[in-house]
């Protein structure tokens, strides 16, 4: 398999990150490839399905140019400062430039221990796997800034965790991995050469126009807004919003317990590790302004002035709910088909999402029915909808913009759960069919995808998930 790496990660002081190659495993198995972003990469789709494929993505065979090395970082979860953690199961085999000019990681997720696995065996099972490959290429589809996924095999290994389950290995494909906790590992030691070095590589890498660090801190924040933005339109909860799971890129990254809310509630959690629900929906702006804050802060050593600096830095991060709120405003109105979006139509959002609240109306229903003209069903106080609804059609000024904003089907949690039971079992005709389903979100449903769009009965309703770990 030919992979055009050009690796400049490796290049980059070496406390940054130690050399480490995949660990094999006994049986690689394809589960799937993904032939649009290998041809995007520069990597031809034909090369996808061959025996030698499964051998790549496994870790078992290093393909030439590859610089396999597992990276730093540290990070605040929930809330608390670990100094210490890294790809703890996970290795960067180098990056490519793709046919768009971006360059992207290339990287194995769940192939063997790092020196930052700590007490973890470096290995994913596969329902992780397969949810962060449903989820990260749905968020694609639906125009989300994500990681992606090129391929998942499974390694014909036993995984222990409270059961016994079969191991896999995810490709995951990224503007890169580096995340706010980079820069606090770097910054919390005074390595200012570290420091110096991955700012000026973020900032050639993802924001070529920032002249310095004030100037990243103000592009990221830009950036994570946004991104934070795009995930509450579509009910999204990322579910460890920890700052080592903030990519600096502004892309979504590290899937873990993740879940896409059913019936509306502001305050829901999945996550079975989020006990105080810190990551809850609607708290996600909040610590989206409190990553950035810790941001901020490792950047500050690089500044002449650190008075001058923190004050610059502390109005630069109270600026993210007002850049978020402006975000939030355009994704919701285009949702409403309403195409210049004024502070005014913050009201008729919030006061939709209050009903949907009130009734738990089905999140992507709703806004999907809404399109369709046909949302009061999805309602069990109608007359307060009609009344909303008048006000709404008042307003609408391009119902257009609708069908591009609210997707039919969305990798829903029981779906997710269900296809990983099926592929517990050796079967993933239930994985693709639900892949293939995700990945074109807008198209009309039909009588192959309609049952998809359902939402989940009670009965069936999956209130909590794991990180897999
Ligand atoms: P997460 O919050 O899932 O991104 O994980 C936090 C940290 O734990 C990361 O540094 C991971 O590399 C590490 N980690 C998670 N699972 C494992 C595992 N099975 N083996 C080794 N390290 C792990
Ligand atoms: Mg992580």
């Known amino acids: 398999m030919h992979i055009p790496f050009d690796n400049s990660y490796a290049r980059l002081p070496v406390q940054m990150y130690t050399a480490q190659m995949p660990t094999p495993v006994k049986d690689p198995a394809l589960i799937v490839t993904n032939p649009d972003l290998a041809t ?17 993505f496994a870790g078992n065979q290093t393909p030439a140019g590859a610089s396999p090395l597992a990276q730093v970082y540290a990070g605040h979860q929930f809330g608390n400062w670990n100094p210490q953690l890294g790809d703890g199961r996970a290795v960067l085999l180098g990056e490519v430039v793709g046919t768009d000019g971006i360059r992207r990681d290339i990287q194995l997720k769940g192939s063997g221990p790092t020196p930052y696995s700590r007490s973890g065996d470096g290995r994913a099972w596969l329902g992780p796997v397969l949810r962060e490959y449903l989820v990260s290429e749905a968020m694609h589809a639906m125009g989300v800034p994500t990681t992606r996924a090129l391929a998942a095999v499974a390694t014909g290994e036993d995984v222990y965790r409270e059961e016994i389950l079969p191991g896999a290995v995810i490709t995951r494909v990224a503007q890169s991995h580096i995340r706010v906790g980079t820069f606090q590992y770097f910054a919390a030691r005074g390595d200012m050469t570290a420091l110096h070095a991955l700012t000026d590589h973020v900032i050639a890498r993802h924001y070529p126009d920032a002249n310095g660090p004030a100037k990243l801190l103000d592009a990221v924040i830009a950036r994570y807004a946004a991104l934070i933005a795009k995930w509450m339109g579509l009910g999204f909860i990322h579910g460890v919003m920890n700052t080592d799971n903030v990519s600096v890129a502004g892309e979504t990254i590290d899937y873990g317990p993740c879940a896409f809310i059913d019936g509306f509630n502001p305050n829901a959690v999945f996550s079975a590790i989020d006990q105080f629900g810190r990551y809850a929906y609607a708290n996600q702006p909040g610590i989206g302004a409190w990553n950035m804050a810790q941001l901020a802060t490792s950047l500050i050593p690089l500044m002449p002035d650190r008075d001058t600096a923190i004050e610059d830095f502390t109005a630069a991060v109270h600026r993210f709910p007002e850049i978020f709120a402006q975000a939030w405003r355009g994704v919701f109105a285009a949702k409403l088909g309403i195409s210049q979006p004024t502070e005014a139509d913050e009201a008729l959002i919030t006061e939709l999402l209050d009903l949907m ?90 009588d192959g995808t309609e049952h998809f769009a359902r939402a989940p009965t009670l009965d069936e309703q999956v209130t909590r998930t794991f990180c897999g770990t």
């Open 40 to 56: 995007l990469l520069g990597i031809d789709p034909a090369d996808l399905t061959t025996p030698e494929a499964a051998q790549v």
């Open 357 to 446: 609240a009130k009734d738990g109306a089905d999140f992507t229903n709703t806004f999907a029915a809404l399109s369709r003209d046909d949302a009061r069903d999805q309602f069990i106080d109608r007359d307060s909808f009609d009344a909303w609804a008048r006000r709404w059609r008042a307003r609408q000024d391009d119902p257009s913009l609708m069908a591009r904003a609210n997707p039919q089907i969305i990798p829903r949690n029981h779906q997710v759960e269900a296809v990983i039971q099926a592929g517990r079992s050796g079967d993933f005709a239930p994985f693709h069919a639900l892949l293939g389903a995700v990945t074109t979100p807008l198209a009309p449903l039909t």
